[in-house]
């Protein structure tokens, strides 16, 4: 089974909005941090956004204003919501979860789910 699931990518309109959520399986452990990175084709995977257990967020400066992170610590799941979507938003997101377990923390990554805005 899968330690993280990532679902809701897809093929949209510039200007669109999806939301993407990604669900970590107990045996993380205590999630430290959840975020979202992104491949664009040709390109070096990139940070886009991330939540600690704190609820402080970060993001990239080209997706500020438009993307929004959340989280749902009962559920282990992290969102995110993404509006305003341009062409060049175009990538493979991938989840990725910090978690704590036997006092050790460990990355985790999802598989990526596709992204496409067409214009």
């Known amino acids: 089974q899968a330690q993280l699931v990532e679902s809701g990518g897809g093929l949209v309109q510039a200007g669109g909005s999806l939301r993407l959520s990604c669900v970590a399986s107990?045996?993380?452990?205590?999630?430290?941090?959840m975020g979202w990175h992104r491949q664009c084709p040709g390109k070096q995977r990139e940070l886009v956004a991330t939540?600690?257990?704190?609820?402080?967020?970060n993001y990239a400066d080209s997706v500020k204003g438009r993307f929004t992170i959340s989280r749902n610590n009962t559920k282990n799941t992290v969102y995110l919501q993404m509006s305003g979507l341009k062409p060049e938003d175009t990538a493979v997101y991938y989840c990725?979860?910090?978690?704590?377990?036997?006092?050790?923390?460990?990355?985790?990554w999802g598989q990526g789910t596709q992204v496409t805005v067409s214009s």
């Open positions: 990725y979860v910090v978690g704590n377990r036997l006092i050790r923390s460990t990355s985790y």
């Open positions: 107990e045996s993380v452990g205590s999630i430290i941090i």
């Open positions: 939540i600690t257990s704190g609820g402080s967020t």
